[in-house]
């Protein structure tokens, strides 16, 4: 057995241990699919920075089967990993990415394929992905589109050399597959703020679209059923994902945020962990009641008046009106200051005690209805509660 070969076996083990992989057709395609083909580089954090790794670097391979996510490009830039290799450390957003070998197995298991299917990924990627879909669906069934040219032409060659050829398409993800074939099954490995209504018209009814939801706080995996005409419905799925968006679908950064006095400081009971950490139950429905409000790191929203010296360097809320929240922890309390029109940590509170009256629901409670006039969330049945999914 090869070392590869070992090393891909050792990662089957450990998703199996994660428990994301239980069905023996994913089991049998993680363990055949050369991920190493798909990443021969990549970027790796280097202290707040990136540096360049290639198949020449020691544990490469070793890295290359781990269960990490690695970053393939920075700022839609093809050519910031030959500038890193030239120089240095670079720094940089992601922008492409292999994802985490857990979600993907998840979110594979998620889309319920059958023998025969035709398969449309959006969001090709390395071609990682569109290889193990491939692997377990046969010749022929699987499409696969990216936005990137470079990103795309990439995967093919990969794809081809590993033994797959799945129909690689060059466009917009968010249109579909540019050929308007039907399928019965869509993966999207971007997050979308809402639906395409395209991908539901190149379902079959009754076919099934997982993706990720890019929203600021609560986001994750949705599985929808399509409909007979062009709607979809669905639920929000208990297992989580986070995916990067849509180039479409990228939030903006928010501008500096004021410096609190002293005296803007107060103390709260409810924690900002609770409303933005995914393995909170509250963050979902958090993200509901707050549309809009997103987080961001504030690294400068420290106490310069503490005695001391500066109080911790927190996380912020911030919406597009002006409105903010700070953060911090101080002597073991949570306090937090806030400003612009609208009392953002009053609304986080307020949510807390209504999220606790309806029972603390988790996020496999909210389902999801996609029509042409609206997209929606809904708790535990349609036509109850509803919140905008966009």
């Given at each position: 057995?090869?070392r590869?070969a070992?090393?891909r076996?050792?990662?089957?083990?450990?998703?199996l241990?994660?428990?994301v992989?239980h069905?023996p057709?994913?089991?049998?395609?993680f363990?055949?699919?050369?991920?190493h083909v798909f990443?021969?580089?990549?970027?790796a954090?280097?202290g707040?920075?990136?540096?360049?790794v290639?198949?020449?670097d020691p544990?490469?391979?070793e890295?290359v089967?781990?269960?990490?996510?690695?970053?393939?490009?920075?700022?839609d830039?093809?050519d910031r990993?030959?500038l890193?290799r030239?120089?240095?450390?670079?720094?940089?957003?992601p922008?492409?990415?292999?994802?985490?070998?857990?979600?993907?197995?998840?979110?594979?298991?998620?889309l319920?394929?059958?023998?025969g299917?035709?398969v449309?990924?959006?969001?090709?990627g390395?071609?990682?992905?569109?290889?193990?879909l491939?692997h377990r669906?046969g010749?022929?069934?699987?499409s696969t589109?990216?936005?990137?040219?470079?990103?795309?032409?990439?995967?093919?060659?990969?794809?081809?050399?590993?033994?797959?050829?799945?129909?690689?398409?060059v466009?917009d993800?968010?249109l579909?597959?540019?050929?308007?074939t039907?399928?019965?099954r869509?993966l999207?490995?971007?997050s979308?703020?809402s639906?395409?209504?395209?991908?539901?018209?190149q379902?079959?009814?009754g076919?099934l679209?997982?993706?990720?939801?890019n929203?600021?706080?609560?986001a994750g995996?949705?599985?929808?059923?399509?409909?007979?005409?062009g709607?979809g419905?669905g639920?929000?799925?208990a297992r989580?994902g986070?995916?990067?968006?849509l180039?479409a679908?990228?939030?903006?950064q928010?501008?500096?945020?004021?410096?609190?006095?002293?005296d803007?400081?107060?103390q709260?009971?409810?924690p900002?962990?609770?409303?933005i950490q995914?393995?909170?139950?509250?963050e979902?429905?958090?993200g509901?009641?707050?549309?809009g409000?997103?987080?961001?790191?504030?690294h400068d929203?420290?106490d310069?008046h503490a005695?001391?010296?500066?109080?911790?360097?927190g996380?912020?809320?911030?919406?597009?009106d002006?409105?903010?929240?700070?953060h911090?922890?101080?002597?073991?309390?949570?306090?937090?200051?806030?400003g612009?029109?609208?009392?953002?940590?009053?609304?986080a509170?307020?949510?807390?005690?209504?999220?606790c009256?309806?029972g603390k629901p988790?996020?496999d409670?909210?389902?999801?209805?996609v029509t042409?006039?609206r997209?929606?969330?809904w708790?535990?049945e349609?036509?109850g509660?509803?919140w905008?999914l966009g």
């Amino acid at each position: 057995m090869t070392r590869s070969a070992r090393l891909r076996r050792r990662l089957v083990e450990h998703l199996l241990d994660e428990d994301v992989l239980h069905a023996p057709e994913w089991i049998a395609a993680f363990r055949a699919v050369p991920r190493h083909v798909f990443l021969p580089r990549f970027f790796a954090p280097a202290g707040g920075l990136w540096a360049a790794v290639d198949r020449d670097d020691p544990g490469w391979l070793e890295t290359v089967y781990s269960r990490d996510v690695l970053v393939t490009q920075l700022d839609d830039d093809p050519d910031r990993w030959e500038l890193a290799r030239r120089t240095g450390p670079v720094a940089g957003t992601p922008t492409s990415s292999s994802s985490m070998p857990s979600i993907m197995a998840i979110m594979l298991e998620e889309l319920r394929v059958r023998d025969g299917q035709r398969v449309l990924e959006i969001g090709t990627g390395t071609g990682y992905n569109a290889a193990l879909l491939s692997h377990r669906c046969g010749a022929g069934l699987v499409s696969t589109v990216d936005v990137d040219p470079v990103i795309a032409d990439e995967a093919r060659e990969r794809l081809a050399a590993a033994g797959y050829r799945p129909a690689c398409a060059v466009g917009d993800g968010a249109l579909g597959f540019p050929a308007g074939t039907l399928f019965d099954r869509v993966l999207c490995t971007a997050s979308v703020s809402s639906i395409p209504l395209a991908w539901l018209a190149q379902t079959t009814p009754g076919g099934l679209i997982v993706t990720t939801l890019n929203r600021p706080i609560g986001a994750g995996l949705i599985r929808l059923v399509a409909g007979e005409d062009g709607t979809g419905q669905g639920h929000v799925l208990a297992r989580d994902g986070r995916f990067m968006p849509l180039r479409a679908h990228r939030l903006t950064q928010a501008d500096p945020l004021p410096m609190p006095s002293r005296d803007d400081w107060e103390q709260t009971r409810l924690p900002m962990s609770s409303v933005i950490q995914p393995r909170k139950q509250f963050e979902f429905f958090a993200g509901l009641a707050m549309p809009g409000v997103r987080p961001v790191r504030d690294h400068d929203g420290t106490d310069p008046h503490a005695a001391g010296g500066p109080g911790e360097s927190g996380v912020a809320l911030v919406h597009s009106d002006g409105s903010w929240v700070r953060h911090r922890k101080r002597a073991g309390a949570d306090e937090v200051a806030q400003g612009g029109p609208r009392a953002l940590w009053e609304l986080a509170e307020a949510a807390y005690v209504e999220w606790c009256e309806l029972g603390k629901p988790d996020r496999d409670r909210f389902g999801v209805t996609v029509t042409a006039d609206r997209q929606e969330f809904w708790l535990d049945e349609p036509g109850g509660r509803t919140w905008p999914l966009g």
